[in-house]
């Protein structure tokens, strides 16, 4: 069926740049964006509204992401109970290559569709998301 043949090609989408993205996942990444398009610096609490994760997810993949030297976590000078996430530099080039590489992977796929066959294509993504945001509550 159609639903199907969509599943697996969006399995077989996500599965290309995630092998140049072994060392980070994708949720780490989600992280990292948040951080370098929105707030250098933020709290775990924050993470967890704008991203729609749970406190133990955030606090998981926070734990991954300091442990690679991609986040400090620091107590904020005022309210020592209250801690406070840092991009580092490491944590921003990684982000900007690793995003830089799926942007690219991106453009090769979209090449090799041709123009007319490419427009089409982010024409239909564009609809797909306008339907999926619309379900959404």
């Known amino acids: 069926s159609l639903g199907r043949e969509l ?5 077989v ?4 740049p995630s092998r140049k993205l072994q060392e980070i996942t994708k949720g780490e990444m989600a992280m990292l964006g948040y951080l370098v398009y929105e707030e250098n610096e933020t ?4 993470l967890s509204n704008q991203l729609n994760l749970s406190t133990a997810r955030v606090a998981n993949t926070l734990n991954s992401l ?7 976590r620091v107590h904020d000078s005022v309210d020592r109970r209250k801690v406070i ?9 990684t982000f900007r290559e690793k995003e830089k590489q799926a942007s690219q992977e991106m453009q090769e796929i979209l090449d090799m ?3 007319d066959d490419a ?16 379900k959404r509550p």
């Open 7 to 11: 599943q697996f090609i969006a399995k």
């Open 13 to 16: 989408v996500q599965k290309g």
């Open 43 to 46: 709290t775990p609490t924050e």
């Open 66 to 72: 300091e442990k690679k030297g991609y986040v400090e």
């Open 85 to 93: 996430v840092h991009i580092t530099q490491k944590g921003s080039d």
């Open 113 to 115: 569709l041709g123009e």
């Open 119 to 134: 427009r089409a294509f982010l024409r239909i993504m564009g609809r797909i998301r306008e339907f999926m945001n619309q």
